[in-house]
Nanobody, 119 residues
Framework: QVQLVESGGGLVQAGGSLRLSCAASGNTICISAMGWYRQAPGEKRELVAA??????NYADSVKGRFTIFRDNAKNTLYLQMNSLKPEDTAVYYC??????????????WGQGTQVTVSS
């Protein structure tokens, strides 16, 4: 089992910045990939950014504005969000993926942190 706790959300004006953090604990050695997802009211949860040992991926809507990175020594994942727009308003969730060895991945989720961008 992996436990994830997000922090760093809040209210910011358009054009501002926020940094989200996700502290992982438990069986963190199993983690092969981590990511940030977001879900706005009435919308589906969508992938914002993902990171593995050798790659990062971003949704087109955040490329050039958001940066995902991790501190393995602290078992912490981050999302640096710059040039925030009102459409970035959502609950942001941290995700960790652990392969089970049977071709199936286990997914773990944090509780979410609210990001609100005012215009």
């Amino acid at each position: 089992q992996v436990q994830l706790v997000e922090s760093g959300g809040g209210l910011v004006q358009a054009g501002g910045s926020l940094r989200l953090s996700c502290a992982a604990s438990g069986n963190t050695i199993c983690i092969s990939a981590m990511g940030w997802y977001r879900q706005a009211p009435g919308e589906k949860r969508e992938l914002v950014a993902a990171i593995t040992n050798d790659s990062t991926n971003y949704a087109d809507s955040v490329k050039g504005r958001f940066t995902i990175f991790r501190d393995n020594a602290k078992n912490t994942l981050y999302l640096q969000m710059n040039s925030l727009k009102p459409e970035d308003t959502a609950v942001y969730y941290c995700n960790a993926v652990c392969p089970t060895g049977y071709g199936i991945n286990s997914h773990y989720w944090g509780q979410g942190t609210q990001v609100t961008v005012s215009s």
